[in-house]
């Protein structure tokens, strides 16, 4: 039968240049993966329990920018030909299209890495991929103290009182119909 071992060309890594080839080609293996490790953090990152809202974004745009690299845009040149402007065109095409893509990549990351109630209210709307992070940032700001206070209510009327009155309240029924569903305070 035959051997088990290995056999390499002899004339493999004959020469420097091979060498340098080799290693050209280990950096750009080694960068790949790389890269593709970050796309998965990015991928995979979620809001921590206790995690400040800014501080889940930002950690995001960090990932991003790790993950994706910005498409380069050479200087024009005040003598450019028509063919080198077309290319430069081009390029400020692929960096404003990169720019919106990744506007919409990190809401949606931000969206999907929030707990499962904030990430149901959010998604019922139609024009969310439309609106900004720091709007919809806002607008979980928003929910999450109307949660806490809705938190408050319901334990109020679990207990059967309320110790503090809003807004001239005197029972809890009342208090109960002035406060707003998450829904409307949204829009």
Known sequence: MGSNKTVLPENKFSGEEDIREFLRDFEIFVAVKEWSDYKKEFNARNRK??????????????????????????????????DRKIEHAQQERALVFFNRRKDVDILCQFVNGLGKELREVLIRQDNLLKKSVESVLKQISTLEEEQGVTRKISAAQRAGKLQSHVDGAQNVEEVAQQQPSLENKLD
Not at 50 to 73: F, H, K
């Open 49 to 82: 329990d206790g995690e400040t809202l800014q501080s889940y974004l930002s950690d995001l745009r960090l990932s991003y920018e790790r993950a994706y690299s910005l498409p380069i845009v050479d200087p024009l040149p005040v003598d450019a030909n028509a």
